[in-house]
C-alpha cells in the first residue's frame, strides 16, 4: 500500500512568485492537513481538507490556500512568496474519524531567496 | 485557549530509560497521539491513547490521565537512533482538529 506522496519534495523559488504543492494520500483515505515547519520549530496547521471540503483552518495569511479533488489528492498554493515562507511543507492523509492515526508524506523543502 | 506544553529538550544515556512529558488544555478530547520525528524527515506514528492507562509497545510505552490532561511516552533500552524530536498531539474537537505540542528534542548520549 503506498504511503502518503508530495511532490515536488524540492523547490527554489523567488520572492514575489507563487508556488503549488501536490499531495497524493493513501488510497482509501478522505482526510488531507497541510502543515508547514521551519527548522527547530513544531508543526503549525494550514488546514484540513475531508471529502474535498475545508474543514478545519489555521492561523495563516490568504496567501496559503489549497483545495482537495475528488479523488481526495490536494494542493495548496502560497502566493506572493515571502522569506518567511522558506520552510518544510508537509501533508497527512487519514481515513478521517477522530481516532485515525494521521499519516505523513515526506514533505516538500520550500526555499524562498 | 488550547495548549499543549512538552520539555523543550531532555538528554538521556544510551541502554537508560527516559520519560517525555505532555500536559494539555484543550476544549474536548478525543484522543492523544505521540509521533517521532528524526531531523529532516517527516513524523512517523507511535501511539494513540482515548482511555485512561498506559498502552506499551515495545521499548515504547504511553500513559494518558483525561482528568489530569496529562500524558507521557516511556522509552525503554534507549538507542543512539532514539535520537529525535518526539511531538505529543491532542484532537481536541469534535472537528477532529489535531492541536501539535512544540516537540521535545531527545539527545542520546553513549
Known amino acids: 500500500k503506498a504511503g502518503v506522496t508530495q511532490t515536488p519534495r524540492y523547490l527554489i523559488k523567488t520572492r514575489g512568485q507563487q508556488v503549488t504543492l501536490s499531495c497524493s494520500p493513501i488510497?482509501?483515505?478522505?482526510?488531507v492537513s497541510w502543515y508547514q515547519q521551519t527548522p527547530g520549530q513544531g508543526l503549525q496547521f494550514l488546514f484540513e481538507?475531508?471529502?474535498?471540503?475545508?474543514?478545519n483552518k489555521g492561523n495563516f495569511p490568504g496567501r496559503f490556500s489549497g483545495r482537495q479533488f475528488s479523488n481526495s489528492r490536494s494542493e495548496m498554493n502560497v502566493s506572493t512568496l515571502e522569506l518567511g515562507d522558506s520552510a518544510l511543507y508537509l501533508c497527512?492523509?487519514?481515513?478521517?474519524?477522530?481516532?485515525?492515526?494521521?499519516?505523513f508524506g515526506e514533505g516538500s523543502w520550500l526555499t524562498v531567496v | 485557549g488550547q495548549n499543549i506544553d512538552q520539555p523543550t529538550e531532555m538528554t538521556a544515556t544510551e541502554g537508560a530509560i527516559v520519560q517525555i512529558n505532555c500536559t494539555y488544555q484543550t476544549s474536548g478530547f478525543n484522543g492523544l497521539f505521540w509521533y517521532q520525528q528524526h531531523a529532516g524527515e517527516a513524523p512517523t506514528f507511535l501511539s494513540y491513547n482515548v482511555l485512561d492507562g498506559l498502552e506499551e509497545k515495545g521499548r515504547f510505552s504511553s500513559f494518558l490521565s483525561r482528568s489530569k490532561g496529562y500524558s507521557y511516552l516511556l522509552l525503554k533500552e534507549l538507542q543512539m537512533k532514539d535520537s529525535a524530536s518526539y511531538l505529543c498531539a491532542v484532537r481536541a474537537r469534535s472537528n477532529y482538529q489535531l492541536i501539535w505540542g512544540a516537540g521535545t528534542k531527545l539527545i542520546i548520549k553513549p
Open positions: 481538507y475531508f471529502s474535498e471540503t475545508q474543514r
Open positions: 497527512a492523509s487519514s481515513m478521517g474519524d477522530s481516532g485515525n492515526t494521521i499519516y
Open positions: 488510497s482509501g483515505h478522505r482526510s
